[in-house]
C-alpha cells in the first residue's frame, strides 16, 4: 500500500468523525491547535486508523499523533512488510 | 418547617465486603479489593485487574423473588436493600406499602444481559436470546426488583446518571421525603462488572495496571469495580420515636452540568464547585463547617487534579484544612454504586467519628496538596460531611451529610 | 402540593408526523398512522416488519452545521427536540448564559444500539479496536449530556428511567424541582430511539402486534382486536418554568403541570387487581396534587398501545381512579398512530394535550370499531373531535409495574 492511499484513508476517516470535508484537511494541520479537535476524537482518529489498517499502536505512540502526516508514518511504522 | 431526613441503615455489597460491619472494619484498616479480573477473560486487553465482589451468594438475600432470573446489579441492590433494612431494624411488614419507596442510581443496569445478547449475536445465534432479554436488561428492573421483593409500591424510580448516580438517586430520595410523598425510602446505587465498560475505559487508556492512587504523583488511572449502596431513609421525629439509631442528617444536595464534554470534565472544575456550593447553600452549611470532603477520586491524573482545583476554589484557605479522602483507592471504581457506598462511608464518618484513608498515597501529586487522610484511617470529630461525584456527560453531585446531635 | 406553579412554555417534538406540535396535531386529528414497514433495519425472521420509525431523520435540519458523529441517534433526536424548544420558548443562547437551564430527560435504553454496537466491535475484532466516541454514549445519560454541550446547559442535569413512564417521570420531577425553588427553567421530557437490539427484545417477549405488511391496520388500543403494540421512536421536551419567571420576561405560556402522580405495581404485572390498583392510585395521586376532582377532568390521554391486557388494566384502573366517573370522559389514546415510543410516549401525548387544548380538537382513535363489551370507556371514539379541555389526565402505564399519571391545565386558567 502505498502512502498516499494510506494518507488519503486516513483523511477519509478523519473527514468521517469530525464532518470537516475532505479537502479542508492538510496533511500537516495539528489536530488540537488547527481541527480545534478534542483529546477524545483524537482517540477515535487513532484508534480507527488502527482498526482500518489493523495495527496496534502503543500507548506511547498514540500520544505522539498530532497530525494526518503523524497518523501516516505511524501506521507505515506497524504495517507488516507484505501490506506495503 | 420542613421535614427533617435522617439515615437510619446502612446495607453495602462491595469488593471489601458485604454488611456494614465488614465493610466498615476493612475499610478503617486500608483493605484492598482489587485483584484480577474473574468475571471474564482478560487476555485480549492491556490492562487485567478490577475491582469484584467475591463470595456473594445471592440466595441468602433474595428471599421473595427467584435468585437465579435477577441480573448481577439487581441482586447486588437486594442484597444491600435488605442489609440496610435489617440495619435500621426496619419490621418490613409493619410498613405502610404504598409510602415506601426505592430511588437507584447506575451506570450500565445490567450489562450482562446486553453482553449475553451481544455474544449470541456475534456467534449468530440470536435466537438464544428469549423474553427475559426485555425483562432483565432495561436498568429500570434494578429498583423495580428491589421494590417486588420487599413489596414496596410508593416511589419507584432509576436515575442512570453513570458515576454520579447514587448521590442522584440519594438526592431524589431526600425530596420525596421532604415532600411528603414518603414515610420510608431506600436509596443507593448498584452496578455489575462490565465488559462493556472495562472494555471502554480501558480504550480511553483510562484504567490503571496494578492499583488505584488516587492523588499520587505516579498515579496510573482507575480500577472498574461493582457493588451496591443502599440508605434508608426516614423522617427524624419517626426514627427518634421508633429508637432509631440515627447514622446522620441527610442535610441537602447541589447537582450541576457541565455542558464542556462527555468524557472531560471542565477544567476549571466549574461544575464540580457549582455543586458543592449548592449543596452547601442547601443543607445552609458554611465552608468552613465542613469537616470531611468523600472524594471522588478516581485515580485518574485530570479528575485527581481538576478535583483538587474545585475544591481550592470553592473553599479556599480551608480547604487545606479538611481531610479529603477517596475509597475509590481500596474499592476501585464501583460505578452507579461508588457515590453510594461513599455517602454510606459519610454516614458511618459522622457516626464513628473517624474517616478512613486514601491508601497507595506515598508520593504526592505537587499538583494535588491537600489533607488526602494518607494511608491511614483517622479518628477526629466529623460533624458535617460532603459527598462529592462526578460522572460522564459532565453530571456533577455533592451531597452533606450532618451530625445528628446538631439536629436538636 | 404547594409550592410554585410551574407553567409550560414551550414545546420541542420530532416524531414520524412532524415536528412541530402543530403538524404533530394536525396528523394525529387526520388519523395518520406512523406505524410502515421499518427501513432502519431489517425484520427479516422478526414477528413484525412494522414500527414507527421517522424515516430519513436529519439532526442537521435542526442542529445545523456542527459535528454531529459524536451524537448517536437518541442524542441527536434529543438535541433536535432541544432546539426546537428552546426556540419555541424563546430562551436564546445569551438568556442560557446568563442564566443555567437544566434538562431532565426519561428514557427507557437510551442507546441500547450503540451499547451493543461497541460490545459487538470489541468482540470481533478485539477491544484494542473499540470506539472510544461510541463508548462515551454507552452510558444511559449519554443524550441528556450531549443534549447539554450542545445547548450550553449547565443546571440540573437528570436522566430518568423507569420504563414506558420514563418521560412523565421525567417532567414530574422537574416538576417538583421548579415547585421547591430548586430551579427555575428546565427541559424536560423524554426520547427513544428504534433499533434492532430493543426491537427484538419486545419482540421476543412477545409484545408486538401481529400483522400482515399492510401498514395502517394496527395497533388498535382499546378495540376488541387488538393484538399488540408497534414500537415507534421520538422525542418531546417541554420547557418548563417558574410561572413568575415565565410571566417576568413576558413569555408566551401554553398550560401548567397542576398535578403529578407515581405508584408501582409489586407484582409487575402478574396479579391484575394489584396492576389496576397501581394505576388507580397514580390517578388519585395526582388528582389529590392538583386538588382537583374526578369528574373536573375534561379528557384523558391513555397509554393504550394495543396491549390486550394493558389496555383493559387502565380502562379499569381509570374507572377506578376517577371514581366511575368516566362514562361522560373523552379518552385518546395516541399511540394508536405514533406507536409505543416508551421514553418519548409520556411528554408526546404531553404536547399533543396542549395543542388540543389550543385548536379544541381530540384526536380519535383509527381503526376503533369495538370496544370491549363492558369497558368503562365508553367515550373513544375512532374519529377526532371538537372537545373543550380545560384540565387534561395523561398516564403512562409501564410494562412491568411502573404507573405515572400527570394533569395538565390550560393557559386560560
Redesign the interface.
Given at each position: 500500500m502505498s502512502t498516499d492511499e494510506i494518507r488519503t484513508r486516513v483523511k477519509k476517516s478523519v473527514a468521517?468523525?469530525?464532518?470537516?470535508s475532505f479537502d479542508e484537511i492538510s496533511d500537516n494541520a495539528s489536530y488540537k491547535d488547527d481541527l480545534q479537535l478534542?483529546?477524545?476524537?483524537i482517540?477515535?482518529i487513532a484508534?480507527?486508523a488502527?482498526?482500518q489498517f489493523q495495527v496496534?499502536l502503543s500507548?506511547d505512540d498514540?500520544g505522539e499523533i498530532r497530525t494526518v502526516d503523524d497518523t501516516v508514518m505511524m501506521v507505515q511504522q506497524y504495517l507488516s512488510p507484505a501490506m506495503v | 418547617m420542613e421535614r427533617r431526613i435522617v439515615i437510619t441503615g446502612i446495607g453495602v455489597v462491595t469488593p471489601i465486603g458485604t454488611g456494614c460491619e465488614e465493610f466498615w472494619t476493612n475499610l478503617i484498616e486500608g483493605r484492598s479489593g482489587i485483584a484480577p479480573v474473574q468475571s471474564f477473560d482478560t487476555s485480549n486487553y492491556d490492562v487485567h485487574r478490577g475491582a469484584e465482589v467475591k463470595e456473594f451468594n445471592a440466595e441468602e438475600y433474595i428471599l421473595n423473588l427467584d435468585a437465579a432470573h435477577l441480573g448481577r446489579a439487581s441482586q447486588f441492590a437486594i442484597a444491600a436493600a435488605r442489609l440496610a433494612l435489617a440495619d435500621a431494624g426496619v419490621e418490613i411488614g409493619s410498613l405502610d406499602r404504598k409510602r415506601a419507596g426505592v430511588s437507584m442510581g447506575t451506570t450500565s443496569g445490567e450489562p450482562r444481559e446486553v453482553e449475553r445478547f451481544d455474544d449470541a449475536y456475534v456467534s449468530k445465534k440470536l435466537d438464544r436470546i428469549g423474553p427475559e432479554f426485555l425483562a432483565l436488561y432495561p436498568c429500570h428492573v434494578i429498583a423495580a426488583h428491589v421494590a417486588s421483593e420487599l413489596n414496596f409500591a410508593g416511589v419507584n424510580i432509576m436515575i442512570p446518571t453513570a458515576c454520579a448516580a447514587g448521590n442522584y438517586a440519594i438526592a431524589h430520595a431526600l425530596d420525596v421525603m421532604r415532600a411528603e410523598r414518603a414515610d420510608l425510602m431506600l436509596a443507593g446505587g448498584s452496578d455489575a462488572f462490565s465488559r462493556i465498560t472495562f472494555t471502554g475505559f480501558a480504550r480511553l487508556g483510562a484504567v490503571a495496571p496494578e492499583t488505584c492512587q488516587p492523588f499520587n504523583r505516579f498515579r496510573k488511572g482507575m480500577i472498574p469495580g461493582e457493588g451496591a449502596g443502599v440508605l434508608v431513609l426516614e423522617p427524624f421525629d419517626r426514627a427518634r420515636r421508633r429508637g432509631a439509631r440515627i447514622y446522620a442528617e441527610v442535610g441537602g444536595y447541589g447537582l450541576s452540568c457541565d455542558a464542556h464534554h462527555m468524557t472531560a470534565a471542565h477544567p476549571q472544575g466549574d461544575g464540580a464547585k457549582r455543586a458543592m456550593q449548592q449543596a452547601l447553600t442547601d443543607s445552609k452549611t458554611k465552608p468552613e463547617d465542613v469537616s470531611y470532603i468523600s472524594a471522588h477520586g478516581t485515580g485518574t491524573l485530570t479528575n485527581d487534579r481538576l478535583e483538587t482545583i474545585a475544591v481550592k476554589r470553592l473553599f479556599k484557605d480551608a480547604a487545606y484544612r479538611i481531610p479529603i479522602s477517596s475509597i475509590k483507592s481500596m474499592l476501585g471504581h464501583t460505578m452507579g454504586a461508588a457515590s453510594a457506598i461513599e455517602a454510606a462511608v459519610c454516614a458511618l464518618a459522622v457516626f464513628n467519628d473517624r474517616v478512613p484513608p486514601t491508601i497507595n498515597l506515598n508520593d504526592p501529586d505537587p499538583d494535588c496538596d491537600l489533607d488526602y487522610v494518607p494511608n491511614f484511617a483517622r479518628e477526629m470529630r466529623v460533624n458535617v460531611a460532603m459527598n462529592n461525584a462526578y460522572a460522564f456527560g459532565g453530571n456533577n453531585a455533592s451531597l452533606i451529610l450532618k451530625k445528628r446531635e446538631l439536629l436538636n | 402540593m404547594i409550592g410554585k406553579r410551574v407553567v409550560i412554555t414551550g414545546m420541542g417534538v420530532v416524531s414520524p408526523l412532524g415536528d412541530s406540535p402543530a403538524r404533530l396535531h394536525d396528523s394525529l386529528c387526520q388519523g395518520l398512522s406512523a406505524i410502515k414497514p421499518i427501513q432502519l433495519f431489517s425484520t427479516v425472521g422478526l414477528g413484525c416488519p412494522l414500527g414507527g420509525e421517522i424515516i430519513d431523520f436529519d439532526a442537521a435540519k435542526y442542529l445545523g452545521q456542527r459535528n454531529l458523529r459524536p451524537l448517536d441517534r437518541t442524542s441527536r433526536l434529543v438535541g433536535s427536540a432541544a432546539q426546537l424548544a428552546l426556540e419555541h420558548s424563546g430562551w436564546s443562547a445569551e438568556m442560557r448564559a446568563a442564566q443555567e437551564v437544566g434538562l431532565v430527560l426519561g428514557t427507557m435504553f437510551c442507546s441500547l444500539h450503540t451499547i451493543s454496537e461497541f460490545d459487538r466491535r470489541a468482540l470481533e475484532a478485539g477491544p484494542a479496536y473499540a470506539s472510544p466516541m461510541d463508548f462515551s454514549n454507552t452510558v444511559i445519560n449519554a443524550a441528556a449530556g450531549q443534549t447539554a454541550i450542545v445547548h450550553n446547559l449547565r443546571g440540573v442535569n437528570t436522566t430518568i428511567s423507569t420504563g414506558v413512564t420514563s418521560g412523565l417521570e421525567a417532567i414530574s420531577y422537574a416538576t417538583d424541582l421548579i415547585r421547591t425553588g430548586r430551579a427555575r427553567a428546565l427541559l424536560s421530557g423524554g426520547a427513544d430511539e428504534l433499533c434492532f437490539e430493543s426491537f427484538y427484545g419486545f419482540d421476543r417477549a412477545g409484545f408486538l402486534c401481529r400483522s400482515n405488511d399492510s401498514a395502517g391496520d394496527f395497533p388498535i388500543p382499546f378495540d376488541t382486536r387488538r393484538n399488540g403494540l408497534a414500537l415507534g421512536e421520538g422525542a418531546a421536551l417541554l420547557v418548563l418554568e417558574d410561572a413568575e419567571l415565565a410571566r417576568e420576561r413576558g413569555a408566551r405560556i401554553f398550560g401548567e403541570i397542576k398535578g403529578r402522580g407515581s405508584s408501582y405495581d409489586c407484582s409487575r404485572g402478574r396479579n391484575g387487581s394489584d396492576a389496576v390498583e397501581a394505576i388507580a392510585s397514580a390517578i388519585r395521586q395526582a388528582l389529590s396534587d392538583a386538588f382537583l376532582l374526578p369528574h373536573e377532568i375534561d379528557c384523558l390521554s391513555a397509554s393504550a398501545n394495543g396491549s390486550q391486557v394493558g389496555d383493559r388494566r387502565e380502562a379499569e384502573g381509570v374507572f377506578t381512579g376517577l371514581s366511575g366517573q368516566t362514562h361522560r370522559l373523552p379518552v385518546t389514546a395516541i399511540k394508536s398512530m405514533l406507536g409505543e415510543t416508551l421514553g418519548a410516549s409520556g411528554p408526546m401525548q404531553a404536547v399533543a394535550l396542549l395543542e388540543t387544548m389550543r385548536d379544541r380538537v381530540l384526536p380519535g382513535i383509527p381503526q376503533l370499531k369495538e370496544i370491549e363489551h363492558g369497558f368503562p370507556l365508553e367515550m373513544a371514539r375512532s374519529e377526532s373531535r371538537e372537545t373543550d379541555v380545560t384540565h387534561g389526565l395523561i398516564n403512562s402505564i409501564g410494562l412491568d409495574g411502573h404507573c405515572c399519571s400527570l394533569i395538565i391545565t390550560g393557559c386560560d386558567n
Open positions: 468521517k468523525i469530525t464532518n470537516i478534542d483529546s477524545l476524537t482517540l477515535e484508534v480507527d488502527e482498526y496496534k500507548d498514540l | - | -
